[in-house]
């Protein structure tokens, strides 16, 4: 099925110049259905597909922009082997096979452990590569796996495994039923309504039913975009959402407005919850969210009466020590106000493709402990804090072979320059990226890969997390420059050349080199294995939906309604009930509730907050032209009374620092921020390089965290407290 819509006035020979591909954006959760005008082999223009029945009203510049990192001036055309100080260009057989022998002869030295792999927030966004990574990590055998959840969504696999049984286990929100919106360390005018769900047009939706007589009611340190159109804005301290939400759980069960029905039948462990909060203090939790105990009170009420409501936590809550126990208190919430799978609240959906059930069958749990520290996993992986020194700390199993693919670890997590000095130690650090940016500094192999506008994919592993049933293949528009490969085929090229077993199953290698010798005999390369096979088996195995009908609908597919009921049967827990007090949360919690106040330390009085940029995603998009034209792009944003006391004035040069590193960027004063904090955006100050060595770095703003120390960590969910770090500010 083609996915060209030939105008009606274009002729024969027009259409080669012209054509439309129907697809989706793949830079956020939004999933924007976009129309891609194409000639030749060159994005032409972007913009929404207004056909597409789900997705497109969130549309923005950066999915119109995003054929400018197609054709980046810096972009990775060809595979590039570090030599000396510059790079050269290499084949990929080259490529391929140094790589191959540099980690076999690793892995004969230290064992497969040696072998490590950080996976970004991009490798999610793509349908095969993060499987087939996998793939390849089960086939070296290596434990040493790290992913962008450290630095994101770790809370919430952490709660969703204790609570539900499986750490996929991501309800979604039911916005149009919905009544009362407590919002939690989220900002979905800028960020679009997505962590582990997507939500598209989210917040237009939301907006809707506040027309409509809906609340929404935002808890947030700073006054954001979204803050600016709630009926309540509660500012919360930063880092102390468990004791505001752990004190509207005390209200609601001090004065039984709990959901009977629900914490009878489908929660367990109400007693215990009941029993936590009993010993809890109401004034004290009060005096540390600095919320007053008032507002709590009828925050707590309004939620629990409302006819539908729903708490949504994000990042906001989740990158501080106390995140999970944040996060746990927003489900239980939700939970014990019976909004668990009813209208308005958050739904459990299925999908076309069971993926709880497929990660019952086939995925392997890795359970190990860090080498240096000692820790379990987490959803899979270790913190990424861990990793600077697995790599330095001598012994068996050092970290001395790093793929870096889709990520940015330096300028996403704590301490950045403990961890690139680091990297400058490696015997072999592989990136797999469409530039050089900051984390790949040290690399001795860039290996280039295509962008979304230029892979398939079908995302039928995460379709449970769609707020709607809706399925779309997303077609590329354009092939990628002959030099570059998908990441799926570098894995399985990897295993092959390494001679390990693909997937860690015997056999599989094999059928890999047969299909292809077959593919090229018959010069039929859709019989080579490939992403394309997975998923028509996923298809075929999900019993929903038949292959032919979606790719008959190129604008994507609504194919059914949403449905409610499904929770029960679905929940991955033995006795098939909710969870709500598992035990290592009430033990963390009655930790927090004993321990000291938070409070500035001598010489570092302001809190270090953060803001996400609607035209940046993450570390990157940043460097591209047409989307931050301001010279101002990052700024640290004070509010008028903190600037005066400082004596600094809009566009000044300040110094930010913190006992680990200081940062300097012009002043913008706003009444954003929180009194006593000061706002630095995340995702700036990293270099794009020239591979090719011919020009200067590029550089935009500076890496705030770098002034994150990262020894103050959420132990349940490993991340550090990227939003809670106290800075001291002057004019430079
Ligand atoms: N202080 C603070 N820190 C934060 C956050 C915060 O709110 N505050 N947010 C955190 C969050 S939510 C996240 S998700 C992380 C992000 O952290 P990371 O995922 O580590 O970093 P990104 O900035 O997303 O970098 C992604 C890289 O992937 C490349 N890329 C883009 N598309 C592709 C592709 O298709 N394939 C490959 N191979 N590469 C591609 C880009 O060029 C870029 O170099 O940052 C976290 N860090
Ligand atoms: N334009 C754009 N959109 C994006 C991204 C992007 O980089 N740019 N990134 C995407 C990604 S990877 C993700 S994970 C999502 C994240 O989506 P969100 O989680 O909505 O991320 P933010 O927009 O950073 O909103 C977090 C909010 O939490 C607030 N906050 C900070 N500390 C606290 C606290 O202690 N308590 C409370 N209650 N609030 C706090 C911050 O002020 C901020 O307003 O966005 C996605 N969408
Ligand atoms: S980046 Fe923009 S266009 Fe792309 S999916 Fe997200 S909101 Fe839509
Ligand atoms: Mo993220």
Redesign the pocket.
């Known amino acids: 099925m083609t996915t060209v819509d030939r105008p009606a006035d274009v002729g024969e020979e027009g259409l080669d110049a012209k054509r439309t591909v129907h697809t989706f954006c793949r830079y956020?959760?939004a999933a924007c259905g976009v129309d891609v005008t194409v000639a030749g082999n060159r994005v032409l223009k972007i913009s929404a597909d207004r056909a597409n029945p789900h997705t497109w009203k969130d549309f923005?510049a950066?999915g119109r922009t995003a054929h400018e990192l197609v054709e980046h001036p810096r972009r990775i055309l060809n595979p590039m082997k570090r030599v000396g100080d510059s790079y050269a260009e290499a084949s990929w057989d080259e490529a391929i096979r140094d790589i191959a022998r540099r980690m076999n002869q690793l892995i004969a030295e230290d064992g497969p452990d040696t072998v490590a792999c950080y996976w970004g927030?991009p490798g999610g966004f793509s349908a095969s590569n993060v499987v087939f990574l996998n793939g390849w990590l089960d086939a070296v055998g290596t434990r040493s796996r790290y992913f962008v959840g450290s630095v994101?969504?770790n809370a919430m696999h952490v709660v969703a495994a204790a609570m539900y049984g499986s750490q996929l286990m991501a309800p979604v929100s039911d916005i149009d039923n919905c009544d009362y919106f407590l919002l939690?360390?989220?900002?979905?005018a800028?960020?679009?309504w997505?962590?582990v769900e997507t939500v598209p047009g989210g917040w237009r939706r939301c907006l809707e039913r506040q027309r409509g007589g809906a609340r929404i009611v935002v808890?947030?340190?700073?006054r954001?975009e979204?803050a600016e159109k709630a009926d309540v804005h509660l500012r919360?301290?930063?880092?102390?959402?468990w004791a505001l939400l752990l004190g509207m759980v005390k209200v609601i069960l001090d004065e039984r407005l709990q959901h009977e029905e629900d914490c009878a039948e489908l929660a367990l462990g109400v007693d215990d919850l009941r029993f936590l909060v009993r010993d809890a203090d109401l004034d004290d939790l009060a005096a540390r969210c600095e919320i007053p105990r008032a507002e709590i009170e009828r925050i707590a009420r309004e939620f629990a009466t409302a006819r539908t409501a729903m708490a949504v936590t994000?990042?906001?809550?989740a990158?501080?020590e106390a995140g999970t126990i944040?996060e746990w208190l927003g489900h239980v919430l939700n939970v014990i106000t019976g909004r668990m799978d009813r209208p308005g609240g958050r739904r459990y959906e299925q999908g076309y493709v069971d993926s709880l059930k497929l990660f019952d069958i086939w995925a392997k749990p890795t359970l190990h402990r860090s080498r240096v520290s000692g820790r379990e996993m987490v959803a899979g992986h270790h913190g990424l804090d861990e990793l600077p020194d697995e790599i330095t700390t001598p012994g068996k199993g050092r970290v001395r072979a790093l793929v870096i693919d889709a990520g940015n670890p330096v300028v996403s997590g704590a301490n950045g320059d403990k961890l690139d000095a680091a990297l400058a130690q490696l015997d072999l650090l592989v990136v797999l990226d469409l530039v050089q940016r900051e984390s790949h500094r040290h690399a001795h192999w860039l290996l280039p890969v295509a962008h979304w506008l230029e892979r398939d994919d079908l995302h039928s592993l995460t379709s449970g997390l769609q707020d709607r049933p809706f399925v779309q293949y997303g077609h590329k528009a354009v092939d990628p420059p002959p030099g570059a490969r998908e990441e799926w085929e570098i894995f399985t090229d990897l295993a092959l050349a390494m001679r390990r077993p693909f997937f860690g199953y015997r056999g599989v290698n094999t059928l890999v080199r047969t299909s292809r010798c077959l593919a090229r005999r018959t010069d039929r390369p859709g019989l080579a294995f490939s992403p394309h096979w997975v998923n028509r088996l996923l298809v075929m195995f999900g019993r929903k939906l038949r292959w032919r009908d979606i790719m008959a609908k190129p604008h994507g597919w609504v194919y059914g309604e949403r449905e409610f009921g499904n929770l029960r049967k679905a929940l991955r827990t033995p006795d098939k009930r909710i969870h709500v007090a598992p035990r290592e949360f009430l033990a963390r919690t009655r930790e927090l509730m004993a321990g000291q106040h938070p409070a500035a330390p001598e010489g570092f009085p302001f809190l270090l907050?953060?803001?996400?940029?609607?035209?940046?995603?993450?570390s990157y998009l940043n460097d591209l032209p047409s989307l931050h034209r301001s010279e101002r792009r990052n700024v640290a944003v004070l509010t008028p009374e903190d600037a005066a006391e400082l004596g600094i004035a809009e566009g000044d040069l300040v110094r930010v620092w913190s006992p680990v590193a200081e940062i300097r960027l012009p002043a913008a004063i706003s009444n954003e921020p929180r009194r006593g904090s000061v706002l630095v955006d995340h995702?700036w100050g990293s270099r794009v390089f020239d591979p090719r060595g011919e020009a200067e770095p590029l550089v935009y703003g500076e890496n705030r965290n770098r002034l994150v120390d990262g020894a103050d960590l959420d132990p349940l969910s490993q991340t550090p407290a990227l939003?809670?770090t106290y800075v001291a500010v002057a004019k430079a």
């Open positions: 956020c959760m923005c950066k927030n994101d969504q939690v360390g989220c900002n979905p800028v960020s679009a997505g962590w808890v947030d340190p700073t954001t979204t919360v301290r930063p880092g102390q959402d994000r990042t906001g809550v990158l501080h944040g907050g953060n803001r996400r940029h609607r035209h940046s995603m993450n995702g939003s809670s």
